[in-house]
């Protein structure tokens, strides 16, 4: 682990959230080599051995991003809000760790699509000049409530320059 890193953790309600994105994620994919059997078969006489090879793929796939990702992306994922900067801290091979200063945020906003907003989560977006942020998976009263707090501090620093 780093040394000083985030103190903030994401909701424990994400790994719902990515495990019913990555089933779904998985059922849309298993569409590709079936189509491919089904048509192979009757239309173009293909070997039925490279759809069974790419359902293999796609099952193995969505297995990882339903079950394994999920819990190492939450065990990860860090975040701190501090009076002159944003610390966020994610990753699960490779840790990237990114610290926003206060005076560079030009916006903050949420979304949530629905899934998220079925669970009661929204995912704050933090945008510089440069490129846009994201803190996944807070509740929608912590994402409110962080809004505020980035929006007013951002303020503060600008009124400071």
């Given amino acids: 682990m780093l040394e000083n890193e985030p103190a903030e953790r994401i909701d424990s309600r994400a790994l719902k959230v990515w495990f019913l994105s990555g089933i779904l994620e998985g059922l849309i994919l298993l569409l590709i080599p079936l189509l491919y059997m089904v048509l192979g078969e009757f239309l ?3 070997p039925a051995r490279w759809g ?9 796939y969505t297995l990882w991003s339903s079950i394994v990702a999920p819990r190492l992306r939450i065990r990860f994922w ?9 610390d966020i801290q994610h990753g699960i091979f490779i840790i990237r760790r990114t ?3 206060m005076i560079r945020v030009q916006h ?4 949530y699509g629905p899934i998220m907003k079925y669970f009661g989560l929204a995912t704050l977006r933090i945008s510089t000049a440069a490129t846009d942020h994201r803190i996944p ?6 994402a409110s409530k962080l809004l505020g707090e980035i929006s007013a501090l951002a303020k503060v620093s600008d009124e400071d320059v």
């Fill in 44 to 46: 173009w006489d293909w």
């Fill in 52 to 60: 069974w090879y790419g359902v293999a793929v796609v099952v193995i």
């Fill in 78 to 86: 860090r975040y701190e809000i501090r009076e002159d900067e944003i």
């Fill in 99 to 101: 610290l926003i200063p």
């Fill in 108 to 111: 903050v906003d949420t979304e």
């Fill in 137 to 142: 998976a807070l509740s929608k009263e912590k």
